[in-house]
């Protein structure tokens, strides 16, 4: 049996916790496998060269977001990139930008989630103050729960927000997958709130004016998210306020 071609990783390493550590790109070699993805690679550096290196996973499958980071230039997430991707074996990864740096490839997304989630009340309003827990759920069309699903598929991995220029330049942009998360609320029936009352949260440069339609988020979102359908959608009902 023939052994795989060689890899070579160039890996952004920091860790702002140590006082005299200052970033660096520090240079792997790893044998190749069958199938293998950089997230495989990464846990086979770590466990046999270098057990400091730091980077996140939970899932291992594309659905929890952890292990999102820019790999060759393009933030995607490394659970689903193969090795064999890239012919001439040699492979960046760096850190999302955008985020707070928790070390090497590790970045704080929750916190970003948490704060956005708390600025936009990204939380259903419900119509009815019956909190019974007798009470029946009110029943929902099925074309309506079909599309509201389809919104509710983002895993959260942040890939979106660094491929986005705007937010790069105004941190305060609220970047598509808050406005992803906008319009799943705007779109049920169930929630109390108007276009109106949306317009107040993303009605201006940091949310939905702010978008310079460059689709980075379209692009590279590794769940093919519709997320310049759903900022025009909003555009559209943001616009409809001010008539």
Known sequence: MSQGRTLTFNIFRYDPQEPNDKPKM????????????VFIALNKLREEQDTSLQFDFV????ICGSCAMVINGFPTLACRTLTAKYPK??????????????????????????????????????KSNDISVHRLEDPMDPDEAARLYELERCVECGVCVSACATKQMRETF??????????????????A?????????IGNQDGVFGCMTLLG????????????????YL???MAMTLI
Not at 193 to 201: G, I, L, P, S
């Open 174 to 191: 609220v970047g598509a997958v808050g406005m992803m998360k906008i319009a799943r609320f705007e779109m049920d029936s169930r929630d």
């Open 26 to 37: 520090v240079r792997y070699q790893l044998t190749e496998t069958p199938g293998m993805t």
């Open 235 to 237: 555009r559209r009902k």
């Open 59 to 62: 899932c291992r499958a594309g």
């Open 89 to 126: 074996g040699e492979i960046t990864l760096m850190p999302l930008p955008g985020f707070e740096l928790i070390g090497d490839l590790s970045v704080n997304t929750g916190k970003f989630m948490r704060e956005l989630a708390e600025r936009l009340k990204l939380w259903l309003h419900p």
């Open 217 to 232: 988020c379209q692009d590279n979102c590794p769940k093919d998210l519709p997320h310049m359908q759903q900022i025009a």
């Open 193 to 201: 709130r108007t276009a109106e009352d949306f317009y107040h949260v």
